[in-house]
């Protein structure tokens, strides 16, 4: 198995434009978790799917951040219009089972 | 909401020394799960603890779930430069083995040679 796939694995961008981050978590896996992660505020949950399903986006910072997860076997996370305060490395994760198997991340950069 | 308190946030060692980090919830947590992310890497699980008071090692490193499954430890003897990273401590909702996870902030973990 591949494990979790992310892309890309880096993006600069310029601010207001509109990011896509993707992911592919593992197969059979029925939890999937979008974190960000900084210096300041560390590991947070942004929003996470059960069954394709969000169950839980109060991590979502505002309503710039929206989730999707047509299917089981992918999911975006797309920042419209994107702002330098978004900078930050974004992870995918997927789980079965309770054990969190993470993505490399998506190191954004909003210039 | 349930929050995970980590401490310390910083750790520097001499290679050969003892290092623990030590995680603490504010409510009683179903399981507590250790992660380790290397710098410019991405957190890779290490264990999951579940029941009261339960203790695992993996080599050097010992894991520890409180009694009232509110506080773990992660204690490393012996330090070797591979340990560099940060570690990171996560609870499950009580009630529920599966599902999200509350991270701490970390504990970075510098080893001199």
């Known amino acids: 198995d591949a494990g979790v796939i992310q892309s890309p694995r880096h993006e600069v961008t310029e601010m207001g434009q509109e990011v896509t981050l993707r992911c592919k978590p593992i197969?059979?896996?029925?939890?999937l978790f979008w974190y960000r992660q900084t210096m300041m505020r560390g590991l947070e949950l942004l929003i996470y799917?059960?069954?394709?399903?969000?169950?839980?986006d109060s991590g979502m910072p505002e309503d710039r951040f929206s989730a999707k997860m047509p299917n089981a076997s992918f999911s975006t996370l797309k920042i419209q219009p994107s702002e330098p305060r978004d900078s930050a490395v974004y992870f995918c994760?997927?789980?079965?089972?309770?054990?969190?198997?993470f993505g490399q991340g998506t190191r954004l950069t909003v210039v | 909401g349930q929050q995970v308190m980590q401490i310390p946030q910083y750790q520097h060692v001499q290679e050969g020394e003892d290092f623990t980090t030590y995680c603490n919830s504010s409510?009683?947590?179903?399981?507590i799960q250790w992660y380790k992310q290397r710098p410019g890497g991405h957190p890779v699980f290490l264990i999951q603890?579940?029941?009261?008071?339960e203790v695992k090692k993996q080599k050097r490193l010992t894991f520890q779930f409180g009694e009232a499954k509110k506080n773990s430890s992660l204690h490393i003897t012996a330090t070797q430069t591979t340990d560099v990273g940060t570690y990171f401590c996560a609870g499950g909702e009580r009630g529920s083995t599966l599902g999200r996870l509350y991270f701490g902030r970390g504990t970075q973990l510098t080893v001199w040679p």
């Open positions: 994760a997927s789980s079965f089972g309770g054990r969190a198997f």
């Open positions: 799917f059960n069954n394709n399903v969000p169950i839980d």
């Open positions: 197969s059979g896996h029925d939890y």
């Open positions: 409510t009683t947590l179903s399981n």
């Open positions: 603890l579940v029941k009261s008071g």
